[in-house]
T-cell receptor, first 115, second 119 residues
């Protein structure tokens, strides 16, 4: 069974600094996808970044980058130059390659960006 | 990107009544939609996978008769919370993919979510 672990319940960062949100996963499937979503207090789920298990390079999307270490089964999210608007819950998720290809979510990390 | 619309965004109902939540894919066809439940300060827990034209697949521990899912068309899935009780109060959110298959870089698009309060 797939499992996603986010060990940081909360993180603080000062504006303009970089922050890393940790995510480890466990799966026996060779093919899978890893996602990061942002959930502000409004509840909507905002897609941030995707990493495929066969991708050779780490994914980047603007200020977001994914530090993918396959052997360690980790997919940490790095947010550079934090902004006040980055304060939110962040969820790491994995999509299985078989069946309905549903997303399994980690417990989330609450990020607070201070001025 | 693709748009998934969920309605209502919030609802308050009396204990014992039923509540229907709609999830629509506005600009694509979704043969598969997913329904999640999220308690305050917790993660999204998958409740069921909704399949167009067939029965939903429920996750372990989710009561099928309590949470009725209907996916009658390629753009609409509904979740009905039957005989709601205060413990059913939660945030319910749906998602769909476009395209629907492949592990590749196709993120799940989420509805806005529905905050259900049962009094």
């Amino acid at each position: 069974a797939q499992k996603i672990t986010q060990t940081q319940p909360g993180m603080f960062v000062q504006e303009k600094e970089a922050v890393t949100l940790d995510c480890t996963y466990d799966t026996s499937d060779p093919s899978y996808g890893l996602f990061w979503y942002k959930q502000p207090s409004s509840g909507e789920m905002i897609f941030l970044i995707y990493q495929g298990s066969y991708d050779q390079q780490n994914a980047t999307e603007g200020r977001y980058s994914l530090n993918f270490q396959k052997a360690r089964k980790s997919a940490n999210l790095v947010i550079s130059a934090s902004q006040l608007g980055d304060s939110a819950m962040y969820f790491c998720a994995m999509r299985e390659a078989t069946g309905f290809q549903k997303l399994v979510f980690g417990t989330g990390t609450r990020l607070l960006v201070s001025p | 990107g693709a748009v998934v619309s969920q309605h209502p965004s919030w609802v308050i109902c009396k204990s014992g009544t039923s509540v229907k939540i709609e999830c629509r894919s506005l600009d694509f066809q979704a043969t598969t939609m997913f329904w999640y439940r999220q308690f305050p300060k917790q993660s999204l827990m998958l409740m069921a996978t909704s399949n167009e034209g067939s029965k939903a697949t429920y996750e372990q521990g989710v009561e099928k008769d309590k949470f009725l899912i209907n996916h009658a068309s390629l753009t609409l899935s509904t979740l009905t919370v039957t005989s709601a009780h205060p413990e059913d109060s939660s945030f319910y959110i749906c998602s769909a993919r476009d395209p629907p298959t492949g592990v590749g870089n196709t993120e799940a698009f989420f509805g806005q979510g529905t905050r259900l309060t049962v009094v």
